[in-house]
Each structure stands twice: as structure tokens, then as C-alpha cells.
T-cell receptor, first 109, second 110 residues
């Protein structure tokens, strides 16, 4: 079993819709959870982090964490074509990040 | 404005010819990381430093070495690159729990 699992996609949504990206992790001791956006050929860019159960909102992005279910998600409201990228979920226990393989999001105009 | 800088951005080498990738940071962060990322895969941690304390991941091949002469600079040496080492190499620094990535070096092995 992979330590951090994501559906590789692609996830295709129309412009203006809500995109929902999901991630599960295996280490119950994980304490910090991150979402990175990676455009093709570029390096990962941090867009959200969450440490506590519940929701955290930042602009059009909402991160949701459920430690009991070992599940973290990212919602993107009012999706734009510029949101088309690979979204990497990363989990940390010791400071080092364990990445999932990413979900490719395609936002169609 | 660049905070984590990697040079070169693109590197072409021949099979078996040593290559060095460099990373510098203006953030004065103690922790630095080197990752390897192949197409459609997750970044894979190769090494990390806490100050000058070097930590090698168990599955990092011996072919990969690293040096950190001071806080600002970190180098990745690949002693004898093979075709399977072609990848994007990412350097990152860390403050508290947040990691900041450089733009990466794309390595091609001919």
C-alpha cells in the first residue's frame, strides 16, 4: 500500500464548476498536510496547508482534513482554465514530506 | 526575488559522465532537500540536510552524492549517470513545516 494515494485522473470539470481532489494516507501519526500545484515542466508550488481536522479556506480553495478517516481533500470553487495542473498531496510526520503521485485537473472553457 | 535558485535549468550529459547540479537559497533556511521527480510520478526524496547534518534516504543509490558547504548552497553530484537517472531534480528549503521549491533542473542523459 502506498503511503499517500491519489487518483491520477485526469479529472475534467467545466469552467466555473467545483473541482474536488482527494487524498488518503496510511501513517496515522501524520500531523501536517499540504496541497501543491504543479504545472507541466515546472516545480511544485504550495497552495494550502492544514494541520487540524475540519475545513480551511483560502480564496477559492478549501482544504478538508479528517484524521479519523485518514483523508484530506482540496476543493477548488469557480474553477478556471488556469487551474489546469497536477495537484500533489503531501503528508508530514517528521518534517519530511511524503508525496502522492498527483491528480491531473483539466478545466474546460 | 528568486528565493531558491537552481542551476542549470537544463542539463544534458552523456551516459557515465559525472554531473553536478547546484542549488542556492536566499532564505537562510536550515533545512534543504533534494528530490528526484520522473514524469507523472511523485517527487522522491534523495537527501536532506538540517544545517550540515546530512541525511541519506535508505533507497537513494550510491551513485548520488551531495554536498552543502554553507547554509546558502547545496550540490547534487551524480557520479555515473545512467539512462534511468533522467528526471527533474528539485531542490527545496524548509521553514517550520512549509517547503519552498526551486524551479528544478531537467537532466537528460544521452
Amino acid at each position: 500500500q502506498k503511503e499517500v494515494e491519489q487518483n491520477s485522473g485526469p479529472l475534467s470539470v467545466p469552467e466555473g464548476a467545483i473541482a474536488s481532489l482527494n487524498c488518503t494516507y496510511s501513517d496515522r501519526g501524520s500531523q501536517s498536510f499540504f496541497w501543491y500545484r504543479q504545472y507541466s515542466g515546472k516545480s511544485p508550488e504550495l497552495i494550502m496547508f492544514i494541520y487540524s481536522n475540519g475545513d480551511k479556506e483560502d480564496g477559492r480553495f478549501t482544504a478538508q482534513l479528517n484524521k479519523a478517516s485518514q483523508y484530506v481533500s482540496l476543493l477548488i470553487r469557480d474553477s478556471q482554465p488556469s487551474d489546469s495542473a497536477t495537484y500533489l498531496c503531501a503528508v508530514s510526520n517528521t518534517g519530511k514530506l511524503i508525496f502522492g503521485q498527483g491528480t491531473t485537473l483539466q478545466v474546460k472553457p | 526575488d528568486a528565493m531558491v535558485i537552481q542551476n542549470p535549468r537544463y542539463q544534458v550529459t552523456q551516459f557515465g559522465k559525472p554531473v553536478t547540479l547546484s542549488c542556492s537559497q536566499t532564505l537562510n533556511h536550515n533545512v534543504m532537500y533534494w528530490y528526484q521527480q520522473k514524469s507523472s510520478q511523485a517527487p522522491k526524496l534523495l537527501f536532506h540536510y538540517y544545517d550540515k547534518d546530512f541525511n541519506n534516504e535508505a533507497d537513494t543509490p550510491d551513485n548520488f552524492q551531495s554536498r552543502r558547504p554553507n547554509t546558502s548552497f547545496c550540490f547534487l553530484d551524480i557520479r555515473s549517470p545512467g539512462l534511468g537517472d533522467a528526471a527533474m531534480y528539485l531542490c527545496a528549503t524548509q521553514s517550520y513545516n512549509e517547503q519552498f521549491f526551486g524551479p528544478g533542473t531537467r537532466l537528460t542523459v544521452l
